[in-house]
């Protein structure tokens, strides 16, 4: 299985139409006014897209529920992870581990932040190199923010 690591800078649909359709409400109305300050990386296999995120380095709409902790992450200088998502077909294969790993390692001098809604992903997160930080709660929204700093290997 060759994969093959890179910032998906054309046609940004083609990472889109592989996101649930609620996650695309978040992000594809707004999509145009993130230029410069956000960048789709995605991982493919044979020219198909199997895995992907969205790295940004200022605030994005799917933060309004927790802009204070948005601004305070963003204001030290941490890069915001969202919509990392790989195809239900290529479950189970590390694929999330792998884009990770290689996201890293292009940004090896960079912190990242992410919250998560499903409790059960923050193992996910926590083998491959981030740290809990709290559990947030905005009226019946619930989330984990969790953080990896630089110089942390996964």
Avoid: C
């Amino acid at each position: 299985m060759e994969l093959l690591f890179k910032e998906h800078k054309e046609k940004p649909e083609q990472f889109f139409q592989l996101l649930p359709k609620s996650w695309q409400k978040g992000i594809v109305p707004y999509w145009d006014t993130y230029t410069g300050n956000a960048a789709i990386y995605t991982l493919e296999e044979n020219g198909q897209i199997v895995a992907g995120g969205v790295v940004f380095k200022d605030f994005s709409e799917d933060l309004k529920d927790f802009q204070e902790e948005a601004k305070y992450w963003l204001g030290l200088g941490y890069f915001y992870l969202g919509y990392i998502w790989v195809i239900k077909a290529k479950r189970g294969q590390n694929l999330g581990s792998k884009w990770l790993k290689e996201l890293l390692k292009q940004h090896p001098n960079t912190n990242f932040w992410l919250t998560i809604e499903e409790e059960k992903l923050k193992n996910f997160y926590l083998k491959n190199g981030f740290r809990l930080v709290k559990k947030l709660q905005k009226g019946s929204t619930v989330e984990w923010l969790l953080v990896h700093e630089k110089g942390v290997s996964v």
